[in-house]
C-alpha cells in the first residue's frame, strides 16, 4: 500500500545518503566499532577465566578437578589481557580507528550503568518479595 512503499522509499534514501555521503568514513567507523566490540568480549573472557578461577580456588575447589584446563594459567590470560589493552591503546593513537574509542566506550559505559541500574532495582523487588512471604516460623 502507500504508507509501505512510502517507508520502504525512505530506508532507500537513506542508505543512498550513506553511500553518497563519505561511504569509506562510515564503513570504516563500523568496522572499527565491532573491532573494539570484539576486543572488549576477549579481555571480559580473559578477565572471567582469572576471577573464576581465583574464586574456586578461594572456596575450597582445586584446579585439577576441572575438566577444562587452560595450558599456561596465569599467564595465558593474563598475556591475552595485555595484548588486548595494547590493541585498544593502539586505536586510540590511529585517527582513522579512535572513532570506537568515542563511540564504543560511552555504549560499553552506558551498558553497564543500565545494568547497574536494573540489577539495584531487582534487588530491591527480591528483597520485598521476601519480606512479603511468610516465614516458615508461621507456617508451621
Given amino acids: 500500500t502507500r504508507k509501505e512503499s512510502s517507508a520502504a522509499s525512505d530506508v532507500y534514501k537513506r542508505q543512498l545518503l550513506s553511500s553518497v555521503f563519505a561511504p569509506d568514513t ?4 563500523l568496522v572499527s ?17 582469572i576471577a573464576f578461577r581465583r574464586h574456586f580456588v578461594a572456596n575450597g575447589g582445586d584446579v585439577r578437578d576441572l575438566k577444562f584446563r587452560v595450558r599456561g594459567y596465569p599467564w595465558v590470560p593474563l598475556g591475552a589481557l595485555l595484548c588486548c ?23 560499553i559505559a552506558w551498558c553497564y550503568l543500565v545494568y547497574y541500574i536494573t540489577r539495584s532495582s531487582r534487588q530491591r523487588r527480591l528483597s520485598l518479595a521476601a519480606l512479603a512471604r511468610p516465614s516458615d516460623a508461621l507456617q508451621g
Avoid at 26 to 29: D, E, P
Avoid at 36 to 49: D, R, T
Avoid at 92 to 107: H, I
Wanted: aromatic residues 14%; negative net charge; hydrophobic residues 60%.
Fill in 85 to 107: 589493552a595494547l590493541a585498544c591503546v593502539g586505536i586510540g593513537f590511529d585517527p582513522e580507528q579512535r572513532v570506537a574509542l568515542y563511540f564504543g566506550l560511552p555504549f
Fill in 26 to 29: 562510515i564503513y570504516l567507523a
Fill in 33 to 49: 566499532i565491532s573491532g573494539l566490540a570484539v576486543v572488549v568480549v576477549w579481555m571480559s573472557i580473559a578477565a572471567s577465566q
